[in-house]
């Protein structure tokens, strides 16, 4: 695997790597001070405890889901030798936005993506990964220590990301109906 940057966090270049049919195992050791600054600020939004709490939970939903991720995120873990991997690999599942249109040069559409999670230090520790997969090569950006793809394009061929849908109304509190809608998931 070749890393064509060095994966240190800039403010002004995202890394690519090209990881061919590698994985996200790859990806932490080819980023790792930008792994090490997403587990940090994991842990400065929930704290250790709950981040330790979080990531029980997270792994007992996956496993009980037959999620076929669960032991790629049990490697990552033990690379990472903290809690932060399960419940910090489900923060697509607690929020995220996207919007698609034209492209201003007519010449096709746009995907936009919103990162809505509370969590700093996303955008600033994104990286760019090239993938095989059995329908050919794909980019996906991604950051060290995630599993599965949330938001990937091949040129000419797609631009896709996973996104949950808008959050159903119980209630008059928004923070009410995020707990029920979170419950009845």
């Known amino acids: 695997m070749d890393a064509s940057s060095t994966g240190r966090p800039t403010k002004d ?38 981040l330790a709490v979080g990531d029980r939970i997270s792994r007992n939903w996956l496993t009980k889901a037959r999620n076929p991720y669960v032991e790629e995120i049990d490697r990552i873990a033990g690379t990472i030798g903290t809690a932060g991997a399960f419940l910090l690999n489900l923060s697509y599942e607690w929020t995220c936005t996207t919007g698609i249109g034209r492209d201003p040069s007519g010449r096709g559409n ?7 999670w509370p969590l700093d230090g996303l955008g600033r520790n994104v990286i760019v990964a090239r993938q095989a997969g059995p329908a050919g090569d794909y980019y996906s950006a991604t950051w060290p220590g995630f599993t599965g793809v949330l938001t ?23 923070w009410f109906d995020w707990v029920i809608n979170r419950g009845r998931t």
């Not at 394009?153 to 928004?174: D, E, H, K, L, Y």
Request: overall charge negative.
């Open 13 to 50: 270049t995202i890394p690519y790597f090209d990881i061919a049919d590698g994985g996200p195992i790859d990806l932490c050791g080819l980023a790792p001070e930008r792994l090490e600054s997403l587990i940090e600020a994991g842990r400065d939004h929930y704290g250790s405890a709950a």
């Open 152 to 174: 990937a394009m091949a040129p000419g061929r797609f631009s896709a990301a996973i996104n949950q849908p808008p959050m159903r109304r119980w209630t008059p509190s928004c």
């Open 110 to 116: 746009r995907l936009l993506r919103t990162l809505d």
